[in-house]
């Protein structure tokens, strides 16, 4: 076990594959028209921790025990911002879906330039980054992507169907958040690994399918990570600092998504009366009163030790990988999700 | 030249691969939660005249001469499917974006089971159309769609950044219209004719290339069609009649959407004020003066010449394809846009 770095020093060792990807990506969405041109910068002041294209581009050298991220090949890039860009697309839509006006600190398309322009933006993105992943030679990331997209929607669906809904359970719960947000984290890993498993297997004649093994256990790793962080989301809607954070909490409890801290509360009839008296209230008195009538930190708490045990999970499904610094920085990317507070 | 026949003595030379589609894609739709059911087959109710589908079906055909659609390959039948799958997909974000409560009779996704399901179901589609795209051997289908995709959106972008725009002209009206709609129409053609003459050359070892002629004559064709049924459509939205379209009619007005008929009526300085004064109101009070107080049945009779030179140069277009009943049928299509009303 090796100790964990500041996050900073985490993703140091991808930086230059990490630079790269950001100097063309602007360049790669423009469009046809210059009148789009200042909507297209808008979308790129949203950049965040880029965690998934970090994951795309650490994985790629975990799969071989690079050392250093000079050598991922052009298709691990391109991967890369294929799920940064779909990563981009799924944020514009989901603030048509919470009609919120501000992301990372600045407006958000549809309070910038309204509904109809965010909308048709996301499907742009959209189809740019599917246009990006068909250029690529092997059709492993197109057909992997386009699968993961239609498992996101199909799991922010299925959420929206059972707002409200008192029955809805852990293993619902898992399953929902698996689709909606690990999907794409899972897919980050295992094709950042694939497309440098392929260019090594064509280099070196070596058969694919040995490498399966190592791809399988870096989609493990993003499958749990994403677990974690989803989890670690939904705590931070409910006692998260919504100065640290730079979005408006308590939405979840506004609209009626049932997430693992609420499912602890429903356990107990008396408490359970009491939360669906409270869900659909606004988010101010909806935060308030959870906070002074409900015993909030142990809710926090139950669903931080589950994201606890996904981080576990996810860095004991490292060890098919070869050691060396990229397996490391996955290790402690992971122990970096558990400690955040944006 | 042949008289125009009915359009289904059209449709029904590709009757038997049109049931096939209609069997098969709401199989195709199916998600992994049963929940998800109802909405997808809501969706299957806006099944309409079917036109992309069929000019793929019959561009299929006509690229060979084949007097029958029985021998359309499987790969043309997953073109067709993904064309309307992404059609279908343009409609359920549009009526999210006009804020429609109904289409076809019957309710829109975004009025039955609100925005958020609306705007996700969208993308739920997209993704499954882009996931059967590359699932077809040769990847020129899914590079095709989804560069098709994104020009629809830069179109559709392009009109909402120039809504209540008085220096709009003609050419830029004609730009954002072969964008918006009729790049899909081209694509349809193209690609069912691509795709046949993909498993023609296979079996016949003929070289593609030979081909380009006649595949550049469907795109052509698919373009100018597009375009005059994009014309045709928003002189419905000025004097179509409501019973009849099955839409609220007046919503380009409202929404400053400026089209050809109301180009024309903007080259008189005098009309042009008083146009100007008129953008922007309701849809009942737009029409009403309009239809009262312009020369609106100039502005119409001007903008369906348009749409008729635009049909004779579609027509004109077919002629490096071999004589036969798809390329007949595909010459009665493009009259048969002229006569509709709906």
Known sequence: MTKTQPIHDITSLVQAPLDRLNRELLHDLAPGHPEMRPLIQHVGGFRGKQLRPVLTFLSGMAVTGASHGGGL???????????????TATLVHDDVLDSASVRRRIETVNHLSGVETAVLLGDYIYAKAFHMAVQLP??????????????????EITQILHRFDYQWNEDRYFTVIAEKTASLYAAACRLGGFYTAVSAASAQGEARKANEGRLRALEEFGLELGI?????DDCLDLDGDEAVVGKSLGTDLTKGKITLPMLYLLRDDGQAQKLKDLLGTSEAEG??????EFPLEHAIAYAMEEAQRRIAKAQA????????????????????VMTRRV
């Open 138 to 155: 092997d059709p492993t990331a197109a057909r992997w992507l386009a699968e993961t997209v239609r498992v996101i929607c199909q799991g």
């Open 287 to 292: 935060l308030r009163r959870l906070r002074a």
């Open 317 to 336: 499904s490292l060890s098919p990988l070869p050691p060396g610094p990229a397996r490391d920085a996955l290790h402690d990317l992971a122990s970096f």
């Open 73 to 87: 090949s052009d298709d691990v890039v391109t991967v890369a911002k294929v799920v940064e860009l779909l990563h």
């Open 228 to 232: 974690a962080f989803q989890i670690v």
